[in-house]
């Protein structure tokens, strides 16, 4: 007996209940596989063969194309394996989220399938359009016979759309939320077309209104509100930042770019030919190549909208672990900390690998609290799911598995002082030991996570050759450690806890120069280089970090004494420390409180315990606050230990008692304000945020501009042999890397620059005379003498924003 | 389910589509979701020498200089390019030009009584931050600027 779909308000109720899901149901029979040829999956099917037709033979337009593609390609999958999986007990919405993580996992798995598979049969583009949309769409028709009795019903999806348009679906969140990601998109194209940032910072307030909202009613407001709530808060605050600019911006994003090309052009993922640890990571070589194909869109709409989009979901992966496992009030508050941390919204949108790779740690740790259900089962979830995390992202599967191992190591040592705490004043108000919890034991095994590094070793040895940035990182580790190396790191270790001193600019810039002299000094013969005696008339100055003016609001405040910078800098720090006091807090109160033993798994906790001290030795150890950086890792980190920030907040405010809401809303809403720039953008006195303008650090080095692209236009047609290179400085390369055949070279300090070289100054040189360099983990920048080049060299190409010396 | 309710959803883009197209057809709204959601066009203008070798022929009535000026800009401009060459005193040219938007225009100026020891050539496009220059031989040059 079929039944019908209940969809309600309450997201525990929201599950799709289909009789047939708990029916024993034949694996692959003749009856199932004419029951899908039937008529229950005729439509089904004849969704997939339209849009292997659409894809194939480019019949209509983008945006109707990417919509036949979403829905043939991405949902019907992630639907059927929803229905088809015997599921531990989870949530609805958390069993949908992991059903898209196996469908993107299914792309990549498919894409090396065709990659490798299909040239010893001649194919020599196994991942052009043709071979992956039939290999999709076979896989799809293979997904559909599979548990025939299970496929979804279209009359199910119809019931759904129409109940979602009239009760199910909480209309005045999601009107407010496509009415804020609409001024989110206005606020980033406007500044692209060279408007103001108003509109940027309303989009700002608007989300910040909203997070606030959502926490002060968390303790009312039903969970599917909260849950499209929270989602429209993160994609919005995420498309800010990577719908900025008309072509690719941002750092890593540049070179992930490059690789996707590298791999679509070639229609050919070939690790042998590029011994890369970027090109290495699936989630920007195969899967972009086949979103690309599957879906119609260009590479850079994947990129800019698609990985955001889905890296929008972690924060709500987040939410719904925490309501599962900690408690509701703290799992709204978990996300927004989580959404309010400045590197998800400035830098996560520019590292896509890692936006794919923390779906899938998301998706992972959804399994947190699953301990009753079949190891067995367990295990092929996590080791499907964690092969997810390994193909996406190299370092995020090494800190993954490095927190686990630690976890795994220290774990014995929480759960005795959880034990003692137990006996002193166990749960049950009786002196003795409480009954354990079937479901709270720990999921990760040591069998798992010796089963991942094996596999890990495999991927990056015999198979990718990506294996040396962890042997340079445990070289730089052990140099930190046993002596042998200096002491730089980056200044971003200013904001922790164990920070200690940090040097200035000042210090860095001149062991900067002193740098490239000393490596002019041990060049014997250094006749391709222009004279020391000439580059020595133009000196080079360290340029002062760039701070907005003050608006009349930071001017009044000034004139009372109260300066707009001073403030912008006590805030920034405050918070920075405040987020790791609220962290250790949490972790403290999670041991000795008998309230939230109660509701804290302990694995999360002991998982969070040992994040934490990775983030610890992030900031401890040099070289990896150079390489990794400890914002990123504190990011990374956010996903194991939100829930523990946000207990700390809660803890602290517990003398408000019922009131605790209002104030949890409170300081989360002053922690975006600040750190999203909107109090920053309102007084003035504090470097611009390339979110909310078009000036600041991030937009000078990172935002690529058309007169750029022109430039690198007349490069290719007048100029690009291969005996012709190229110089530049490190960002402007980095940009414009995807423009030209011919890699630039970055040694444009003038001591270091070739004659013969040509010479491409960006915009940001050309109208400020600025050249930013990334030296020991910071970011400065040095006046130009451009004067040396217009003296030396000829000049052959010009515009506003870009030139061209030979 | 009432029928007001089944109705619902095409009321409510039928709303939305009225209030687009109302706005649309105000042009300063029209301007505001223009520059809201759509990219437009930066503006701007190339000055280049289209070789690194044979930019400038000597002939007997002067230095042939050629160029390209394109421009970005949405609008028609006009340009007043100069073009001057060092051969121990100054020479130099001037030249009205007017670019449709988009337009690419390619250009040969010549400067009369250049002779061929001449060191440096000038292109500008006056009024602008724009210009370009070709130095015969390399190392220290007078840039005439």
């Known amino acids: 007996m079929r039944q019908a779909v209940l969809v309600t308000r309450s997201l525990p109720a929201l599950r799709t209940v289909d009789a047939d899901q708990t029916a024993a149901a034949p694996r692959w029979s003749v009856a199932g596989l004419l029951s899908v040829f039937g008529t229950r999956g005729a439509l089904w099917l004849a969704l997939v063969l339209i849009a292997w037709v659409n894809a194939v033979f480019t019949l209509a337009p983008v945006v109707p194309s990417a919509a036949l593609g979403l829905a043939a390609f991405v949902v019907l999958p992630t639907w059927a394996l929803r229905t088809k999986i015997d599921w531990p007990p989870l949530g609805e919405a958390e069993i949908w989220i992991v059903s898209l993580a196996y469908t993107l996992l299914g792309l990549l798995l498919i894409g090396l399938a065709t990659n490798f598979g299909l040239p010893p049969l001649h194919v020599a583009r196994p991942l052009a359009v043709l071979p992956i949309v039939t290999a999709w769409s076979l896989l799809m028709v293979g997904l559909l016979v599979w548990r025939a009795d299970r496929t979804p019903r279209w009359s199910t999806a119809q019931r759904a759309f129409a109940a979602g348009f009239t009760a199910g679906m909480p209309r005045h969140v999601v009107v407010v939320v496509l009415l804020g990601l609409g001024i989110s998109v206005a606020g980033a194209f406007r500044l692209n077309n060279g408007h103001s940032g108003a509109v940027a910072v309303i989009a700002a307030l608007f989300w910040i209104a909203l997070l606030t909202a959502l926490l002060v009613r968390s303790g009312t407001l039903d969970a599917v509100s909260q849950g499209i709530g929270i989602y429209g808060v993160a994609l919005g605050l995420l498309l800010m930042t990577s719908l900025r600019g008309w072509l690719l911006v941002g750092h890593d994003i540049q070179y992930e770019y490059k690789v996707f090309e590298l791999t679509s052009n070639a229609a050919y993922w070939d690790p042998d030919r590029f011994r890369s640890a970027y090109y290495a990571c699936l989630s920007i070589t195969i899967l972009p190549t086949e979103l690309t194909h599957l879906l119609g869109v260009s590479g850079l709409v994947v990129f800019k909208v698609l990985f955001p989009v889905l890296f929008a979901l972690v924060p709500v992966t987040l939410w719904l672990l925490c309501r599962r496992l900690v408690s509701r009030p703290l799992a709204v508050a978990a996300a927004a900390l989580f959404v309010v941390f400045p590197t998800f919204f400035s830098d996560m949108p520019f590292l896509a690998r890692q936006e794919v790779a923390f779906f899938f740690v998301a998706a992972v740790l959804t399994f947190l609290g699953t301990g009753a259900t079949t190891r067995r089962v367990r295990f092929t979830h996590l080791l499907l799911l964690g092969v997810g995390v390994m193909l996406s992202h190299y370092s995020t599967n090494y800190f993954f598995l490095f927190t686990v191992g630690m976890a795994a190591a220290g774990g014995p040592v929480l759960a005795l002082l959880g034990r003692w705490r137990q006996q002193e004043r166990p749960l049950t108000g009786r002196r003795g030991r409480a009954r354990p919890d079937p479901a709270a034991r720990p999921v990760f095994r040591i069998s798992w996570l010796l089963v991942m590094l094996a596999i890990t070793v495999l991927w990056t040895g015999p198979i990718t050759h990506s294996g040396s940035q962890v042997a340079v990182t445990f070289e730089s580790l052990s140099a930190s450690l046993f002596g042998g190396a200096t002491s730089e790191r980056s200044s971003d270790v200013r904001y922790s806890l164990f920070s200690g001193a940090s040097e200035t600019s000042a210090q860095k810039f001149a062991r900067f120069e002193h740098d490239e002299w000393q490596r002019r000094e041990d060049i014997s013969n250094d006749s391709y280089l222009y004279p020391v005696s000439e580059v020595a008339q133009y000196p080079i100055e360290l340029s002062p970090n760039e701070t907005t003016a003050f608006t009349p609001l930071g001017r009044s405040m000034s004139t009372a004494g109260l300066d707009p910078s001073v403030i912008n800098s006590f805030l920034r720090r405050s918070i920075a420390l405040l987020f790791q006091l609220l962290l250790v807090v949490g972790l403290a109160g999670s041991l000795v409180s008998r309230r939230t033993l109660r509701r804290m798994n302990p694995e999360l906790r002991t998982l969070s315990a040992a994040s934490f001290v990775l983030i610890g030795m992030t900031v401890l150890l040099p070289s990896l606050s150079v390489n990794y950086g400890v914002l990123r890792a504190f990011q990374q980190g956010l996903v194991i230990f939100a829930p523990l920030v946000a207990l700390g907040c809660f803890m602290v405010l517990q003398p408000l008692r019922q009131r605790a809401f209002i104030g949890v809303g409170v300081v989360t809403a002053a922690f975006a304000l600040s750190l999203t720039g909107v109090i920053p953008q309102l007084l003035g006195g504090y470097p611009r945020q390339l979110h909310l303008n078009n000036a600041g650090q991030y937009y000078d080095i990172y935002v690529t501009h058309d007169e750029e692209a022109a430039a690198m236009e007349w490069f290719n047609t007048f100029v690009a042999t291969p005996k012709d290179r190229l110089t530049t400085d490190k960002y402007t390369s980095s940009r414009l890397q995807n423009f030209t055949g011919v890699q630039p070279d970055f040694n444009l300090y003038p001591s270091d620059l070739p004659r013969e070289n040509f010479v491409i100054l960006g915009t940001t040189t050309v109208q400020t005379q600025k050249v930013t360099v990334f030296f020991e983990g910071d970011l400065f920048s040095y006046t130009y003498p451009t004067a040396f080049l217009d003296r030396e060299k000829s000049l052959v190409y010009a515009s506003g924003g870009a030139r061209i010396y030979r | ?145």
């Open chain 2, 1 to 145: 389910m009432t029928t007001v309710r089944r109705w619902l959803p095409l009321l409510w883009l039928t709303g939305i589509a009225l209030v687009v197209g109302v706005l649309l057809a105000i042009p300063p709204a029209r301007a505001q979701l223009d520059q809201s959601f759509t990219r437009q066009q930066t503006q701007f203008t190339e000055l280049y020498f289209t070789t690194g070798e044979e930019l400038a022929v000597q002939a007997p009535e002067g230095l042939t200089v050629s160029f390209v000026v394109h421009s970005h800009d949405t609008t028609r401009s006009t340009y007043l390019v100069r073009v001057g060459v060092l051969d121990g005193r100054l020479a130099q040219v001037d030249e009205i030009v007017t670019l449709e938007p988009g337009e690419r225009r390619s250009m040969s100026l010549v400067v009369p009584q250049v002779s061929d020891r001449w060191s440096t050539i000038d292109v500008d496009l006056v009024g602008t931050a724009d210009h370009i220059h070709w130095m015969r031989t390399t190392g220290k040059q007078e840039v005439l600027r």
